[in-house]
């Protein structure tokens, strides 16, 4: 955001690394992984951090995550409340 990159997108970024996550964490065995990694478009060489990074996370905790970043995008798109403030506190919250 920094950079100029809106709220929204960067927010829509995190959103898509916590739904990776939570789709490896649920996979049961090689096939489901790998349906996953076609589903989000993953790079190869990035399949193996991002399945030991799924492996670190509860997937309640997952689940909790998407809903604070949904509520999040919400916020952005029709509160009054600074952008930056908006994700600083769903960053905290995650």
Known sequence: ???GEPAVRVMYMIARHW???????AAKGKTESDEMIKRFKLP???VGEYQDQARRWDPKRLMRGL??????DRQ???SRMADHLL????LLRL
Do not use: E, H, Q, Y
């Open 1 to 3: 955001m920094a950079n």
């Open 19 to 25: 739904r990776i996550l939570l789709g490896l964490r």
């Open 44 to 46: 190869p060489f990035f």
């Open 67 to 72: 809903s604070v970043l949904a509520r999040t």
């Open 76 to 78: 952005l798109k029709s």
């Open 87 to 90: 994700t600083d506190l769903a």
